[in-house]
Structures are given as C-alpha cells and as structure tokens.
C-alpha cells in the first residue's frame, strides 16, 4: 500500500532496500537536496553496515563508484543532488552501460509539482540518461512493495540504473534522535544477508560458495563463470580465438582446449597461459593473417585496426559471444551471434599453433633485442625522458605478479602494454582492467581508486596511465581526511601531451603544422607540484631499474610515479614494429 513518507523516511527505505540488494559501498557527493540520504549513510558507515566515500566531484564520483563496482563485484550506489550534479555523472553510466556494472545512481530530486516552474536546481533530471540507464521516479506514494522491486531489480541487472528520488518537505530527520537516522533493515534472512565490510572477503566466500555448491550472497558476482553447455564447434577451418576486455578465462580454456592461437587484450582476463600469444596483433599484419579462415570473438576487443579488420572480414566465419553488457563486437555485422563461449570435444591440428607459436616468440625476441640495442648507456642510467615507452611497459607487465592488480589506462598505456606484456601463468589470480567500454580516457584515477577499494586483499595494486588521463582526472586525488584510501601506485607515462594520434593519419607530415596544437596539446603542467597540492607522495623515475624496484614495493596509500619519455619518434616505432612483424613471418 502506497504511504506519504516524511522525505527522511523515503531517503531510508530507498538505502535500506539497496542494501538488502547487495550495496556494502555508496559514493555520496553532498548537496542540500540529497541532505537525508547523507546523514543516513553516514549513520550507516558509523554502523559498519557500509563503507561511505565523499566525494566533491560528481563525475570523480561516478567513476569512484564505477571502479568500487568493478573491483569488487557487487552493485555500488552514488547519491547526488539535484540539478547539474546529476548530469556530471553521465560519462560514468556510459560506461558501466557498455561494460554491464552495476552502478545506481540515486538522484536527489525537487518534487514533480515542482518541475517546470523555474524553481532553484530543478530540472528534468528524471530519465536523463536516456538509453544508458532505466530510470524509476519515486516519489513519497510510492508503495514499498514497488520500492523493493526496483531496488532489486537495480542490484541485480547488468548496467545502470537511475533511482530518482522526489524530496518534499523537511528533509532532515530529528536531530534529537540520530539512533534513527539509519536501522539495518531486519529479515528472517538476515545471516545470509549481511556482508563483511571487507567486499573481497565477501566475494572470496562467495566464491567458496559456489564451488561447494552453495549459493553467492546478495549483490556478489561469481569471480569466475565458465559455461561448459556452448555449441559444440566442429574442427577444422584454421581459427584464431580473440579476446578482448572482460573476455574471462572462457576464451582462454576454448584455445587450450582446441590448440587455437589465442589473441588477448592485456584486459581481457584471458592473456594467460600457453595459447596466448604476445604479439598477436602484430602477426595480423603478416601472411598468417590471409591463412585464417575462422574467427571467434570473446570480451571488447578495441585496441588495434589488425584485430578489428579481422573481425569484420565477410570473406571468414565470425563467431562473436555476446558479453556483460548483452551486445556481442560485431563492428562488421558480419558475426554469427552467440550467447555462449562454445566448446570443441578434442584438440585440432597442432601443426596450426605452432605456427603462430613460432612467429611469435621470433618476434618478440627481434623487439626485445633491438629494443635494448636502441637503449644507449645515458639511457640506462636514466637520462630524463629517454626511456622508450614499449620498455617501460614490459617493465610494469613483469611487475605484475601473483595477486596483482593492474588498471591501465587508454590509449598509448594499454597498446604498449599489448606489445610487451608476455603472457602471464595461470591460476595466480592477477586482476588487470580498464575502462575499455567506451575506451575513453575520464576517470581512471578514480576508477583505479575505486577498484583498489573494491579488492583490499590483492598483494599490491597498479595503475599505469598516460599524462593527458592523468591530469583528466586529478580530481581523484581529491580526497578527504577522513575517507577511505587504498594502497595504489600510479605509474603515470609522461610525454607532454597526446602522443597516441601521432600513429595515425593525422599523424602523418600533411598534418604537421596543426597538429601539436590541436591533437599532441602539450600541457607542460607540473606533476610534482600538483601532487603536493593533494598531499600525494610523488617520485620522478628517470631508470627503468628503478621503476622495476619501486613496482616490487609495498607502499602505504596513494602514490604517483612519473616516468618521463618522448612522444617524437612514436610514428616511427609504430612503422618499426609492423617492420619487424613482416621480418618475423617473411
């Protein structure tokens, strides 16, 4: 039955029922609308019932949510005010709606009487997201019957989700009696219910859970999901497994088991093991390309034009998975769409990854001899920005260890790492992502944050950014005293501005007279000082021994670690390396 609650009633059924959905983190950025829902959450993070981030930035925010969502897997709620507040969150649901997390949005509002008459911060903020993310306008009546749906509902679907809440009247509860402001809701469930504050060890249980049989707790993803019911391909046509983000060890167990190459992005979660391929993208560019005749696609593949002009070929049999979010990468419309990772019942003929095997390890030894050659001694010792990215980024790869995780940002930082990161071995739980749905370089700081927060247990956390994503996001460095604050080193690769459009065309020497300004634009901001500004520990690395030392280190809060290099000859190695590739397979 519908009931007219008191706005401070309403603000805490809706946190109630978000944590009977499973919400042990909430992301609150303040305002005087969403007043309610932030005295009540910080009555609840008093409780230990959750862990409460204050956040002055709504898009930092939204991005904080996205990577504690990430990180660990479990759905995570942001609470804004009315107004622009909202809209500051729009990249954030963008994303999780390309990569399927569940973020929940809880939108303060003025109430619908109030819309449309000019009224302060009031605005058409009901649904604002569009296509991105559902949206349920709650207002007092709403019956709690209906509530608990929908904030279930939101928990638990793939992707965003807007809760937006009409506040009408007072909006803060009796200051005489604060014991109110939050009450852990009761349920005869309530020991499956309730969750460690330490989402990992939630998540580790949950696990254990499912591997015993059990169920997982509200709101817990299962780290691993492996169908083993998919269509049975027959063998055969020569194939090549391509994983791209979020792809799992799905993709990786279908290339062992049928001996295909497998060619994996550094996130895809699936660049593990013997079938992997280190340099796969490159051998695209060769004359084992024109030999395969059979494609299967896992995860977002997005980081290079060899694997997306694979995937789109009508001339070959495209086999595209549909992934979190629901959509299978079909850039070609080509694919044949499937809902599950498919199977095979026995190997294939071994003779066809050895092949690539073969390629592949010549050509990872040509880059990795010339590319020490191409090190002089001023550069061994550390002359400031003369390390070559691609070293750099084998050297963040190798420190990738046994419970580790890795967030890389976009554009050069993940390609380089496509290059040089050699396969890691299985079943030492390295987590490594990025926010890859739309590829887009907003909010990594606070996405890396974020998913450092959501994993607590890993043995050490990286994130490796470039400059430009870096200072997109310095926000994220925005942290208050008394906030949550993760143990993470930021390896930021400085080289004065956008070097990644340097490989393409505008890139080229038609171009050269505008493009420093209009594409590289330079920055020259002074990393040191703002680091200080946030009280962040800095350290400039000009040796790459270092960087290896200071990666093995177990540092205590946030850290930023910038390796200065150049962005002027990154034309010439994109050209080096296709060069190289075509060496490798003549």
Same mark, same amino acid.
Do not use: K
């Given at each position: 039955?519908?009931?007219?609650r008191?706005?401070?009633?309403?603000?805490?059924?809706?946190?109630?029922?978000?944590?009977?959905?499973?919400?042990?983190d909430?992301?609150?950025?303040?305002?005087?609308?969403?007043?309610?829902?932030?005295?009540?959450?910080?009555?609840?993070?008093?409780a230990?019932d959750?862990?409460?981030?204050v956040?002055?930035?709504?898009?930092?925010?939204?991005?904080?949510?996205?990577?504690?969502?990430?990180?660990?897997?479990?759905?995570?709620?942001?609470?804004?005010?009315?107004?622009?507040?909202v809209?500051?969150?729009?990249?954030?649901?963008?994303?999780?709606?390309?990569?399927?997390?569940?973020?929940?949005?809880?939108?303060?509002?003025?109430?619908?009487?109030?819309?449309?008459?000019?009224a302060?911060?009031?605005?058409?903020?009901?649904?604002i997201?569009?296509?991105?993310?559902?949206?349920?306008?709650?207002?007092?009546?709403?019956?709690?019957?209906?509530?608990?749906?929908?904030?279930?509902?939101?928990?638990?679907?793939?992707?965003?989700t807007?809760?937006?809440?009409?506040?009408?009247?007072?909006?803060l509860?009796?200051?005489?009696?604060?014991?109110?402001w939050?009450?852990?809701?009761e349920?005869?469930?309530?020991?499956?219910?309730q969750?460690?504050?330490?989402?990992?060890?939630?998540?580790?249980?949950?696990?254990?859970?499912?591997?015993?049989g059990?169920?997982?707790?509200?709101?817990?993803?299962?780290?691993?999901?492996?169908?083993?019911?998919?269509e049975?391909?027959?063998?055969?046509?020569r194939?090549?497994?391509?994983?791209?983000?979020d792809?799992?060890?799905?993709a990786?167990?279908?290339?062992?088991?049928?001996?295909?190459?497998?060619?994996?992005?550094?996130t895809s979660?699936?660049?593990?093991?013997?079938?992997?391929?280190?340099?796969?993208?490159?051998?695209?560019?060769?004359?084992?390309?024109?030999?395969?005749?059979?494609?299967v696609?896992?995860?977002?593949?997005?980081?290079?034009?060899?694997?997306?002009?694979?995937?789109?070929d009508?001339?070959?049999e495209?086999?595209?998975?549909?992934?979190?979010?629901?959509?299978?990468?079909?850039? !070609?419309?080509?694919?044949r769409?499937? &809902? #599950?990772?498919?199977? *095979?019942?026995?190997? =294939?003929?071994? %003779?066809? @990854?050895?092949?690539?095997?073969?390629a592949?390890?010549?050509?990872?030894?040509l880059?990795?001899?010339?590319?020490?050659?191409?090190?002089?001694?001023?550069?061994?010792?550390?002359?400031a920005?003369?390390?070559?990215?691609?070293?750099?980024?084998?050297?963040?790869?190798a420190?990738?260890?046994?419970?580790?995780t890795?967030?890389?940002?976009?554009?050069?930082?993940?390609?380089?790492?496509?290059?040089?990161a050699?396969?890691?071995?299985p079943?030492?739980?390295?987590?490594?992502?990025?926010?890859?749905?739309?590829?887009?370089?907003?909010?990594?700081?606070?996405?890396?944050?974020?998913?450092?927060?959501?994993r607590?247990?890993?043995?050490?956390?990286?994130?490796?950014?470039?400059?430009?994503?870096?200072?997109?996001?310095t926000?994220?460095?925005?942290? !208050?005293?008394?906030?949550?604050r993760? &143990? #993470?080193?930021?390896? *930021?690769?400085s080289? =004065?501005?956008? %070097?990644i @459009?340097?490989?393409?065309?505008?890139?080229?020497?038609?171009?050269?007279?505008?493009?420093?300004?209009?594409?590289?634009?330079?920055?020259?901001?002074?990393?040191?000082?703002l680091c200080?500004?946030h009280?962040?520990?800095?350290?400039?690395?000009?040796?790459?021994?270092?960087?290896?030392?200071?990666?093995?280190?177990?540092?205590?809060?946030?850290?930023v670690?910038?390796?200065?290099?150049?962005r002027?000859?990154?034309?010439a190695?994109?050209?080096?390396?296709?060069r190289?590739?075509?060496?490798a397979?003549?």
């Amino acid at each position: 039955m519908a009931s007219d609650r008191a706005a401070s009633a309403l603000a805490l059924e809706v946190l109630q029922q978000l944590w009977l959905g499973g919400v042990r983190d909430v992301v609150l950025s303040p305002g005087s609308r969403s007043a309610p829902f932030a005295l009540a959450l910080d009555a609840a993070d008093r409780a230990g019932d959750l862990r409460l981030h204050v956040r002055v930035d709504e898009r930092s925010a939204g991005f904080l949510a996205l990577g504690l969502a990430t990180g660990s897997r479990r759905p995570v709620a942001v609470v804004t005010t009315s107004g622009t507040a909202v809209g500051n969150l729009l990249p954030a649901v963008m994303e999780a709606h390309h990569t399927g997390r569940r973020l929940v949005v809880v939108s303060a509002d003025r109430p619908d009487r109030l819309r449309g008459t000019g009224a302060n911060q009031t605005t058409e903020q009901a649904g604002i997201f569009g296509t991105f993310a559902p949206c349920h306008d709650l207002s007092s009546e709403v019956a709690s019957a209906d509530l608990s749906r929908i904030a279930a509902q939101a928990c638990s679907r793939p992707g965003p989700t807007q809760l937006n809440v009409q506040l009408d009247g007072d909006l803060l509860p009796p200051p005489a009696h604060p014991d109110s402001w939050w009450q852990r809701p009761e349920t005869h469930a309530m020991a499956q219910l309730q969750a460690d504050s330490d989402p990992q060890a939630a998540g580790n249980r949950a696990t254990a859970q499912l591997q015993s049989g059990g169920s997982v707790g509200p709101g817990v993803e299962p780290s691993v999901s492996v169908p083993t019911d998919g269509e049975l391909l027959p063998l055969g046509p020569r194939t090549v497994v391509v994983a791209g983000d979020d792809a799992g060890p799905a993709a990786r167990l279908l290339a062992e088991s049928a001996g295909w190459p497998l060619v994996a992005e550094p996130t895809s979660g699936a660049r593990i093991g013997g079938q992997a391929l280190r340099t796969g993208r490159l051998l695209l560019t060769t004359a084992l390309r024109d030999e395969v005749e059979r494609v299967v696609v896992v995860g977002h593949p997005t980081l290079s034009r060899p694997v997306t002009s694979l995937i789109s070929d009508p001339a070959l049999e495209v086999l595209s998975v549909r992934g979190r979010s629901g959509v299978a990468t079909d850039p !070609g419309r080509v694919a044949r769409v499937l &809902d #599950l990772v498919p199977r *095979v019942d026995r190997p =294939d003929d071994a %003779a066809w @990854f050895q092949r690539w095997q073969s390629a592949d390890q010549r050509l990872s030894d040509l880059i990795d001899s010339e590319l020490a050659a191409r090190q002089s001694p001023s550069r061994e010792t550390g002359t400031a920005g003369n390390a070559s990215p691609l070293a750099v980024a084998a050297v963040v790869g190798a420190a990738v260890g046994a419970e580790t995780t890795l967030v890389v940002g976009s554009s050069n930082a993940v390609r380089d790492l496509d290059v040089m990161a050699t396969p890691w071995p299985p079943l030492q739980h390295r987590f490594v992502v990025g926010n890859r749905g739309l590829a887009g370089i907003d909010g990594m700081v606070s996405s890396a944050v974020g998913i450092a927060l959501g994993r607590p247990r890993a043995a050490r956390t990286i994130a490796y950014l470039g400059d430009l994503t870096f200072l997109h996001d310095t926000n994220g460095l925005l942290i !208050g005293p008394r906030e949550p604050r993760p &143990d #993470l080193t930021l390896v *930021v690769l400085s080289d =004065d501005g956008g %070097a990644i @459009f340097s490989t393409l065309e505008q890139g080229g020497p038609d171009y050269a007279d505008a493009f420093e300004r209009v594409f590289a634009t330079p920055h020259g901001t002074d990393l040191a000082a703002l680091c200080a500004a946030h009280h962040t520990a800095y350290e400039r690395v000009d040796d790459l021994a270092r960087l290896a030392h200071a990666l093995a280190e177990s540092p205590s809060g946030i850290r930023v670690l910038e390796v200065p290099v150049s962005r002027s000859d990154r034309r010439a190695e994109a050209a080096w390396l296709r060069r190289l590739a075509r060496q490798a397979v003549p």
